[in-house]
């Protein structure tokens, strides 16, 4: 396994809720790391039986393994670890954690090349409105990482790897193959960056995280018609429930109301008046 600055350079972020385990639904978990949400699903009551969605922010691992073993007991180690993307907050302590945990990372296929050295990720864009965040944003790392045999793509089918009862959903936008999971048996969605529940490009409102819903953040997203397409799929599913990649869990009424509006308001709420991607670039 290679590492690179998506790994490395540790970013001095953080917002009000870093730290807290929230348990949003039956075995879901969700902790906050500086900016960023990583959930532990829990399988069953055996030891071990659960699994990892993303990794946090580069040099986070200690954080999220010191939750692992409050949720579930000294020397947890999960069955998989499963990435919604891999953007640098959410594959920032990957390497570590596998080094330490000796388990599969599951992708979907379009997200290889960008785990396994073969592709960096665009550059952030600056250029689009929003606030500080959005101005800083070059400075955030864009390199891949190359994670070798220790990355499988998700299985065609749409299943998740040992997570019974979800299944995966292709929402691309923010990256090719991001994608996001929902538990049908209780609605449980979790969204990734498809859209999140935070103004991500303010930071302020990330400092504080202020409830607001919002599309997948600006600065790193690069195809605006495909991650419209992904919330109009995601909002059909009509989840109860759903944890998204930057921001406090949105839930019930609350949630379908909010993620009506974005559906219907798209265009006003998510994307940029001006932009290099949002003008064609790629």
Same mark, same amino acid.
């Given at each position: 396994?290679?590492?690179?600055?998506?790994?490395?350079?540790?970013? #001095?972020?953080?917002?009000?809720?870093?730290?807290?385990?929230?348990?949003?639904?039956? =075995?879901?978990?969700? &902790?906050?790391?500086?900016?960023?949400?990583?959930?532990?699903?829990?399988?069953?009551?055996?030891?071990?039986?659960?699994?990892?969605?993303? %990794?946090?922010?580069?040099?986070?691992?200690?954080?999220?393994?010191?939750?692992?073993?409050?949720?579930?007991?000294?020397?947890?180690?999960?069955? %998989?670890?499963?990435?919604?993307?891999?953007?640098?907050?959410?594959?920032?302590?990957?390497?570590? &954690?596998?080094?330490?945990?000796?388990?599969?990372?599951?992708?979907?296929?379009?997200?290889?090349?960008?785990?396994?050295?073969?592709?960096?990720? #665009?550059?952030? $864009?600056?250029?689009?409105?929003?606030?500080?965040?959005?101005?800083?944003?070059?400075?955030?790392?864009?390199?891949?990482?190359?994670? =070798?045999?220790?990355v499988q793509p998700l299985p065609e089918d749409g299943?998740? #790897?040992?997570?019974?009862?979800?299944?995966?959903?292709?929402?691309?936008?923010?990256?090719?193959?991001?994608?996001?999971?929902?538990?049908?048996? $209780?609605?449980?969605?979790?969204?990734?960056?498809?859209?999140?529940?935070?103004?991500?490009?303010?930071?302020?409102?990330?400092?504080?995280q202020e409830q607001e819903i919002s599309g997948p #953040?600006?600065?790193?997203?690069?195809?605006?018609?495909?991650?419209?397409?992904?919330?109009?799929? &995601?909002? %059909?599913?009509?989840?109860?429930?759903?944890?998204?990649?930057?921001?406090?869990?949105?839930?019930?009424?609350?949630?379908?109301?909010?993620?009506?509006?974005?559906?219907?308001?798209?265009?006003?709420? %998510?994307?940029?008046?001006?932009?290099?991607?949002?003008?064609?670039?790629?």
């Amino acid at each position: 396994m290679k590492e690179s600055s998506s790994t490395e350079r540790y970013m #001095p972020m953080t917002s009000s809720t870093s730290g807290m385990i929230v348990n949003e639904a039956d =075995g879901v978990y969700c &902790l906050t790391v500086q900016i960023v949400n990583v959930c532990f699903v829990r399988l069953s009551e055996k030891p071990g039986d659960w699994v990892l969605v993303d %990794a946090g922010m580069p040099k986070s691992a200690e954080k999220i393994m010191d939750a692992a073993e409050e949720l579930f007991g000294g020397n947890a180690r999960p069955k %998989a670890i499963i990435l919604t993307h891999g953007h640098f907050d959410h594959v920032g302590a990957i390497i570590d &954690l596998v080094e330490r945990w000796q388990v599969p990372v599951y992708t979907h296929p379009l997200e290889m090349p960008f785990l396994t050295g073969q592709q960096d990720y #665009p550059k952030p $864009d600056a250029s689009v409105e929003g606030g500080l965040v959005a101005k800083i944003s070059p400075a955030f790392p864009h390199e891949g990482i190359d994670l =070798g045999n220790h990355v499988q793509p998700l299985p065609e089918d749409g299943s998740v #790897p040992h997570m019974e009862g979800w299944k995966w959903i292709h929402t691309p936008g923010h990256t090719p193959g991001h994608v996001s999971f929902f538990r049908e048996s $209780d609605r449980v969605l979790i969204a990734g960056d498809a859209f999140v529940t935070v103004k991500q490009e303010s930071l302020y409102s990330v400092l504080t995280q202020e409830q607001e819903i919002s599309g997948p #953040p600006r600065y790193l997203t690069t195809d605006w018609d495909a991650a419209r397409a992904s919330v109009q799929k &995601l909002e %059909a599913l009509q989840p109860d429930v759903a944890i998204t990649g930057h921001g406090i869990p949105m839930a019930a009424a609350a949630l379908r109301e909010n993620l009506y509006m974005l559906v219907n308001k798209f265009d006003e709420i %998510a994307v940029p008046d001006h932009g290099k991607y949002v003008d064609g670039e790629r």
